[in-house]
């Protein structure tokens, strides 16, 4: 299994130091892949979450996000080796062949390093923002993945589809991997059967061990029923904001995937054996915010991450 890291791509005490500084030091550290996410905007009113239940105000530090493939762009120059994934593009609010050459072009100038995780968006406002139909945008989400996918092909790329459609051309550049994984992000059996079926692996966001046991074995039975190898598909799972990192253990109430190195240490095995590829820490997500980092504060941050590792190498859940 690998260890992922949210980039600090949020939040008032973010910046382009901060994110390079996180970014350099990951690598450094062993970490596998660097994550962003995508957010158009932040409502005033108080919304329905992904989450569900009764409206609330979307967490502050949604009101300034770095964009994740211009912040990719700018980590690529300053990384050799670690990957750089989305969690989550928003599919429904960009167009197929653009989106794919944006991506290809970070593939070519990070050398083949990038992850595509796709979602199909929840909030009803960036639909309008958009001037795209929240209806069925799990279908159009699926569409748009073909789409995406034939443009990274051979020329010259064609698709006719119900909502996209891409005349006979020349798309290019093309991705420097002969397959950029796509990852789709769910929670509803439904997604995670679409998942299952169509995309290279599936990103979920769990609060438990017992819960995404569950949700692993789902997205894999779902696949033999697709026909495919669970072996083949990954599995990368955010650690639920927030879960922080700190130097004392936590006692009762700890969130999964949060707490001292060793307690995450301890949780990353238990989804290792869930059947777990990648988890990816979520601790930095909007620094400032959810840890209380500030300033001089990131440096004791990292040092954690490092004993993350250390922890985790220790119990045998990651390779020295």
Avoid: C
């Amino acid at each position: 299994m690998e260890l992922g890291l949210a980039l600090p791509t949020a939040g008032p005490e973010t910046s382009p130091e901060t994110i390079i500084k996180v970014a350099k030091e990951a690598e450094r550290l062993g970490y596998a892949a660097l994550w962003t996410f995508e957010r158009l905007l932040r409502p005033l009113e108080k919304v329905v979450l992904w989450t569900g239940g009764e409206p609330q105000t979307v967490p502050e530090f949604y009101g300034s996000t770095y964009e994740p493939l211009e912040t990719l762009s700018y980590v690529a120059a300053e990384t050799e080796r670690i990957k750089l994934g989305t969690a989550v593009l928003l599919a429904p609010m960009h167009v197929p062949v653009m989106l794919a050459r944006r991506l290809a072009t970070l593939d070519q100038f990070s050398g083949g390093r990038v992850i595509a995780g796709m979602g199909q968006g929840w909030q009803h406002h960036e639909f309008e923002t958009a001037n795209v139909s929240s209806r069925r945008k799990g279908v159009r989400t699926e569409e748009f993945i073909a789409a995406m996918r034939a443009a990274w092909g051979p020329d010259p790329v064609q698709h006719e589809g119900e909502f996209y459609k891409i005349t006979p051309s020349q798309v290019n550049p093309k991705p420097v991997q002969a397959h950029i994984p796509v990852l789709l992000a769910a929670t509803s059996p439904a997604a995670i059967k679409r998942a299952a079926r169509i995309a290279d692996g599936l990103l979920p966001l769990t609060s438990s061990a017992q819960e995404l046991a569950g949700v692993v074995s789902t997205f894999h039975d779902a696949a033999r029923e697709a026909g495919r190898d669970p072996k083949d598909l990954q599995v990368i799972n955010q650690a639920a904001w927030p879960t922080p990192v700190t130097r004392e253990p936590i006692g009762d109430g700890r969130p999964f995937l949060g707490g001292s190195p060793r307690q995450i240490a301890e949780d990353l095995m238990a989804a290792r054996e869930s059947g777990v590829t990648q988890v990816y820490l979520a601790a930095g997500q909007g620094l400032g915010l959810d840890v209380g980092l500030k300033g001089a504060d990131v440096d004791e941050w990292l040092g954690l991450l490092g004993e993350v590792i250390e922890a985790a190498e220790q119990l045998g859940v990651l390779a020295p």
